[in-house]
């Protein structure tokens, strides 16, 4: 049974932060690259950040600067650590794995949490 589970989301006004975390369960956590996206009410989802089995990271140009990715293998968790936010960071953050060798490939997605960023 493959289970993604994030938490941290809450209210925070702008210039606050926030961390989330992905706890996960019933695949290799260690071979997959973890990632972070979000949707915001009546916008399409939008990839926010992700760290590779090898621990590289990368993230999109509009949290770059702001949010760090890292990892726990020992733990099975992502995190997602938000600085300096802002009001169109607000949506629900969705927690994602992904793994391919070949021609198979799996995916995993957390069911999210809500992030609101408002004064």
């Known amino acids: 049974q493959v289970q993604l589970a994030e938490s941290g989301g809450g209210l925070v006004q702008p210039g606050g932060s926030l961390t989330l975390s992905c706890a996960s369960s019933?695949?290799?956590?260690?071979?997959?690259?973890m990632s972070w996206h979000r949707q915001a009410p009546g916008k399409q989802r939008e990839f926010v950040a992700v760290i590779t089995s090898g621990g590289r990271t990368m993230s999109a140009e509009s949290v770059k600067g702001r949010f760090t990715i890292s990892r726990d293998n020992a733990k099975n968790t992502v995190f997602l650590q938000m600085n300096t936010m802002k009001p169109e960071d607000t949506a629900v953050y969705y927690c994602n794995a992904a793994f391919s060798q070949g021609s198979l490939k799996y995916e995993y997605w957390g069911q999210g949490t809500q992030v609101t960023v408002s004064s």
């Open positions: 019933g695949f290799d956590f260690s071979s997959y690259a």
